[in-house]
C-alpha cells in the first residue's frame, strides 16, 4: 500500500507514525519546508484539557478584549470558517463529541508519557501548568469556566506573587517541540519526503504526477483547498536563553502568552492573530511582555506558525473517496496530534469509516 501525507507538521509526523507501526511500507510526506517547520512555533504545552468552543458569544467577546489590548490583530478570516462559525453560533456539540474528545486528550496524553519513558530524549516534564490573571475578577471567571469544563480537569487555585492569582493544572505536561520533532522522525520506517510544494491533488489518489492508494491531507490552513472552513490564527515562539521567575510552565491568560522553562532553553510563545499574512514583526511584543517573568539573556530563533481553526474548536478528521483530512484542532494541534494522527491513520487503512460529529465537514 502506498500512502501519501501533505503536510509535515505534527499532524502529518504522527500519521506517519501509526502507519508504520502498522507495517506500511510506502510512505511519502511531501513538506514545502523542513519536518515540522510549521508547527515547532508552538510552546510544546499538552493541554487537551484547557479545550476552547470557538462558536461561542463569550470566545468573540474575549477576542474583541484582545484586540483593545493588543494581545490579538484581526486581519482576516476565511469566509466559509465566518460563514460556518455564525451559523453555528452557541450551539453546542453532541455528548457523543465530547466523548470522543475526552478519550483523545486522554490518549495522546498516554502517548507523550510512552515515549519519554522509552526515551525521554526531548524535554519531557510532568510537572503540570499553571494560569496566571492580573485580575481577581478574571481569575474568578477561570475558576467558574474549570468548574463547567466537560473534562472535569483537576486543579488548584494558587497565590502568585505579582498577580491576582492562578490556577495550577497537576496533570498537564510539556516537552520541547523541536527535539520532539527530532524523535518522532526517528520513530518512523519507510519514510521517504518530497520537499516541495504541492499544486494539487485529486479524490482519486493523484498528487500532483504522483498516484497513491490514500492521500492524507494534514496541512494546516493549506486544507482549505478541499472546501473544509478552515481559519489561521498566527503564533510566534522564541527559543531563548534566560532564567524564569516561575519554575514549572505558565500562562499569562490575560497576554496570550505561555512560558515553558527546559534543559537548554526557555520557550516563550504568544500570539493569537486572525492572519494569513507572513509578517512577523507582532512577535516581538510577545517577548517584551514576557521579560516580567523571563530574564532574557540571549535569543536563539524565532518562528511562526498558523494555527488552523475549525469553526468550533473541534478537529476535522474525515475520508471522502480516496482523500482522509486531518485538521482544525487550532491552539491544541500539539494536544491532540497523537489521537489525531491515530485516526487519520485508522482512515486512511479502512480500520474505520468516519469518526461521529469529526467528520462533519468531510466525509
Not at 96 to 112: C, G, H
Not at 129 to 141: A, F, G, T, V
Not at 200 to 222: C, H, M, N, P, R
Not at 244 to 266: C, E, F, N, R
Amino acid at each position: 500500500m502506498k500512502i501519501g501525507i501533505v503536510g509535515g507538521g505534527i499532524i502529518g509526523l504522527f500519521t506517519a507514525y501509526y502507519l508504520s507501526l502498522e507495517g506500511i511500507k510506502d510512505i511519502v510526506i511531501y513538506e514545502k519546508d523542513f519536518l515540522g517547520a510549521g508547527s515547532i512555533h508552538a510552546a510544546g504545552l499538552i493541554e487537551p484539557y484547557r479545550f476552547d468552543r470557538i462558536n461561542t458569544i463569550n470566545m468573540i467577546l474575549k477576542m474583541l478584549k484582545y484586540k483593545l489590548n493588543g494581545t490579538t490583530d484581526i486581519r482576516e478570516v476565511d469566509k466559509l470558517w465566518l460563514k460556518e462559525l455564525i451559523k453555528n453560533l452557541e450551539k453546542n456539540p453532541p455528548s457523543e463529541a465530547w466523548d470522543i474528545i475526552k478519550e483523545m486528550a486522554k490518549f495522546s496524553l498516554s502517548e507523550y508519557k510512552r515515549l519519554a519513558e522509552e526515551k525521554n530524549d526531548f524535554d519531557y516534564y510532568e510537572d503540570g501548568l499553571l494560569e496566571l490573571y492580573y485580575r481577581k475578577i478574571d481569575l474568578e471567571k477561570g475558576i467558574e469556566e474549570e468548574k463547567r469544563s466537560p473534562f472535569n480537569p483537576k486543579f488548584e487555585v494558587v497565590d502568585v506573587k505579582n498577580f491576582a492569582g492562578g490556577i495550577f493544572f497537576p496533570e498537564l505536561s510539556r516537552l520541547s517541540t523541536e527535539k520532539f520533532i527530532d524523535r518522532i522522525i526517528k520513530e518512523i520506517k519507510n519514510l521517504r519526503v518530497i520537499n516541495k510544494a504541492v499544486n494539487k491533488i485529486s479524490e482519486e489518489g493523484q498528487i500532483d504526477d504522483e498516484k497513491f492508494d490514500i492521500i492524507i491531507v494534514a496541512a494546516g490552513i493549506w486544507s482549505r483547498v478541499l472546501n473544509i472552513p478552515i481559519t489561521a490564527f498566527k503564533g510566534y515562539g522564541y527559543r531563548v536563553k534566560g532564567t524564569t521567575k516561575i519554575s514549572k510552565a505558565a500562562v499569562i491568560v490575560d497576554q496570550g502568552i505561555a512560558i515553558s522553562p527546559l534543559s537548554d532553553h526557555v520557550k516563550i510563545t504568544g500570539g493569537f492573530d486572525a492572519d494569513f499574512s507572513l509578517d512577523s514583526k507582532r512577535a516581538e511584543l510577545f517577548l517584551k511582555k514576557a521579560s516580567e517573568i523571563v530574564d532574557i539573556y540571549y535569543i536563539y530563533d524565532l518562528n511562526m506558525g498558523f494555527r488552523p481553526c475549525s469553526p468550533d474548536g473541534f478537529p476535522i478528521i474525515g475520508k471522502r473517496n480516496k482523500i482522509v483530512v486531518a485538521t482544525g484542532a487550532c491552539r491544541l494541534g500539539w494536544s491532540y496530534a497523537p489521537a489525531i494522527g491515530k485516526y487519520a491513520a485508522e482512515l486512511a487503512l479502512g480500520k474505520i469509516n468516519n469518526i461521529p460529529y469529526l467528520s462533519r465537514y468531510y466525509h
